[in-house]
């Protein structure tokens, strides 16, 4: 097992220096220090949490909830900082997807396949 154990620590380190996993941090950085892309994360994600809670305990959700967070969502979609940071996230995911699966089908024994 400490062999699996090294090849995982150099494979995260791998992934650590990885031009996506490298553009992905920084451009968090910067919308983590710029406080009016941060506020419009948070403002966002607070006013998803609370429709997802309504949904869960089967209330209404009122229209201007609704429409407060599609005013999040259009002032995400307008800002810089948010907009790299979610360009980057999506890769750096579709990057560690791939990993999972390659990993997942060496496990199982499945062939990749064709891209």
Do not use: C
């Amino acid at each position: 097992m400490d062999k699996l154990i090294e090849l995982s620590r150099r494979l995260g380190r791998q992934i650590a220096a990885h031009e996506r996993t490298v553009l992905m941090q920084n451009a968090q950085k910067a919308l983590q220090e710029d406080p009016d892309a941060r506020k419009l994360v948070e403002d966002f994600q607070k006013q998803a949490e609370k429709i997802h809670k309504l949904e869960q305990e089967n209330k209404p959700i009122e229209v201007a909830d609704k429409h407060q967070l599609e005013a999040y969502e259009n002032q995400m979609s307008s800002n810089d900082k948010v907009r790299e940071f979610s360009r980057r996230q999506a890769d750096y995911v579709e990057m560690m997807r791939k990993i999972w699966d390659a990993i997942h089908n060496e496990i199982i024994g499945e062939q990749e396949p064709a891209e």
